[in-house]
């Protein structure tokens, strides 16, 4: 399996504010991917990076509030872009196989 | 509409005692599944997957059972140890996609 790294792996964020994560990883993979997890929820697809193209946003996620960055075959950020308490959450980089995912020790972010 | 649902948000176990975490799906293009492992304040991990074409694997401790025709499968931890208290993750995947489809967890507490 592949090595992911993200930073900042937590961050406290004031209302109204942006943060960028990124992602590295240790090989060069076709599929990454970002997810989120709530309180107490699942985890819950936000966009599939792809590499020199714009990210692929699953129902409820836009661009404008999650740019997302792909510029190569091992790195991608992740932007939360105007951040409001509801956006308090984990946010998990991941890349897949065919038959399994992987994740990165996850950004835990919280907005005051 | 929740695809896979692991209907337990807890479980709590005696250290040496089997543990059996329960999911059911809805989605019959499901043909992968998949458990994950999270630690507080670590990424999700892999844990053991099966394919539908089979009804049980195994990997040490840790074996998975499908009944295809119930749309529902178990984990079972044997013997359960407190390094396996975490949340468990299910997750359906349909053929050809990177893209799982998470429970919303269970969290297991095995007692020393």
């Known amino acids: 399996s592949a090595v992911i790294s993200q930073k900042p792996s937590r961050d406290i964020c004031q209302r109204g504010t942006s943060l960028t994560i990124q992602c590295q990883v240790d090989?060069?993979?076709?599929?990454m991917f970002w997810y989120r997890q709530q309180p107490g929820q699942s985890l819950t697809l936000i966009a599939t990076?792809?590499?020199?193209?714009?990210?692929?946003?699953e129902s409820g996620f836009v661009i404008d509030k999650f740019p997302i960055s792909r510029p190569n075959l091992t790195f991608s950020t992740l932007t939360v872009s105007n951040m409001s308490p509801e956006d308090s959450s984990i946010y998990l980089c991941s890349v897949g196989t065919l038959n399994t995912i992987y994740f990165g020790e996850g950004s835990w972010l919280t907005v005051v | 509409d929740q695809q896979v649902k692991q209907n337990s948000p807890s479980l709590s176990v005696q250290e040496g005692r089997i543990s059996i975490l329960n999911c059911d799906y809805t989605?019959?293009?499901?043909?992968?599944f998949l458990w994950y492992k999270k630690y507080p304040a670590e990424g999700p991990t892999f844990l053991i997957s099966i394919s539908s074409i089979k009804d049980k694997n195994e990997d040490g401790r840790f074996t998975v059972f499908l009944n295809k025709s119930a749309k529902h499968l178990s984990l079972h931890i044997v013997p359960s140890q407190p390094g396996d208290s975490a949340v468990y993750f299910c997750a359906g995947q349909e053929g050809g996609s990177y893209i799982p489809t998470f429970g919303r967890g269970t969290s297991l507490i095995v007692h020393p």
């Open positions: 989605n019959s293009m499901f043909d992968y």
């Open positions: 990076a792809n590499q020199g193209s714009e990210a692929t946003y």
């Open positions: 090989s060069q993979v076709t599929m």
